[in-house]
């Protein structure tokens, strides 16, 4: 599609306020390089700063969501390489977004793969998905977050088996510890129309309150509970500045429903 700026992912904007980035290197099974990196950063901050986008999706194949960093990519890279260039320091672009981004996984999500998805702030799977931290295998460990986001949610020692044996796990194993927040129904792009709609329900809240929100649950990962709670207070109290609250509460007492205008 000549209309594509960008050779390793396809953007796509398939509902009112929804942006969709879509991995494409499908002959390396999504394997994540620098360039594909460079384009997902760029177009996932372009979807950001967009004004008429309320929330990402990001996806890949039905066979992958992401198989990891590129291996032959990183084969012979040396210490100096990886340390002095900050070899998947700009993977933190992508948890850095101030919309929600939802990661709509089919087929395999391994290594950087899952840790991707783990960046994302909610996650679907299809019945296909398979997860995995595989790099133990690879004479290595995550370096893209697994270690630190999978202790955070599904426990030490849930964590240090699937880092240290590197052995995969289904979707239904990521739904029951709480990573994925729905596994959908079979079929191909089930998985993406499912993340979709989600999207499109989110895009159509108030932009400020959803970032908010956001804002407060990561939070939660930085700061104690008692800082965590007046943070979230803090927030609480500032969206009665916006329009949307005014809006959002009026519309409640008229029986009606709220226009938001993000604002
Ligand atoms: N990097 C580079 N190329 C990859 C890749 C990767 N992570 N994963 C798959 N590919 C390539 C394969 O080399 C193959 O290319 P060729 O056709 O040129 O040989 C193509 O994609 C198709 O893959 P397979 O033939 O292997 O397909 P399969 O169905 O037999 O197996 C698989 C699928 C089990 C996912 C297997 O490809 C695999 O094990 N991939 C590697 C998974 C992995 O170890 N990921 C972790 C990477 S390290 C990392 O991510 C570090 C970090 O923390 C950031």
């Avoid at 998805?117 to 909610?122: G, H, P, Q």
């Avoid at 999207?199 to 939070?219: S, W, Y």
């Amino acid at each position: 599609d000549a209309k594509q700026p960008y050779e390793h992912i396809l953007v796509s904007r398939p509902a009112h306020g929804v942006g969709l980035i879509t991995l494409n290197r499908p002959k390396a099974l999504n394997a994540l390089n620098s360039p594909l990196f460079e384009e997902l950063n760029k177009a996932a901050e372009e979807l950001d700063n967009d004004h008429s986008i309320g929330a990402l999706v990001l996806t890949g194949s039905d066979r992958a969501f992401a198989a990891g960093a590129d291996i032959k990519e990183m084969k012979d890279k040396t210490y100096s390489d990886v340390f002095g260039n900050r070899f998947l320091e700009s993977w933190t672009k992508i948890q850095n977004l101030r919309k929600p981004i939802i990661a709509a996984v089919s087929g395999y999500a391994l290594g950087g793969g899952c840790e991707l998805a783990l960046m994302c702030d909610i996650i679907l799977a299809s019945p296909t998905a398979t997860f995995g931290q595989p790099e133990i295998n690879l004479g290595v460990i995550p370096g893209g977050g697994g270690t630190q986001r999978l202790i955070r949610s599904i426990g030490k020692s849930r964590t240090m088996e699937l880092v240290l044996t590197g052995r995969n796990f289904s979707a239904v194993e990521a739904e029951s510890w709480g990573i994925v927040s729905k596994v959908v129904g079979e079929g191909e792009g089930q998985v993406v129309k499912e993340a979709v709609q989600l999207a499109e329900k989110i895009a159509g809240k108030g932009r400020l309150a959803v970032q908010a929100g956001k804002e407060a649950v990561n939070a939660a990962y930085e700061l104690t509970l008692a800082e965590g709670l007046n943070f979230e207070r803090r927030l609480f109290h500032g969206l009665f500045a916006t329009h949307d609250q005014k809006e959002g509460m009026s519309a409640f007492a008229e029986k009606r429903k709220a226009k938001f205008t993000h604002s």
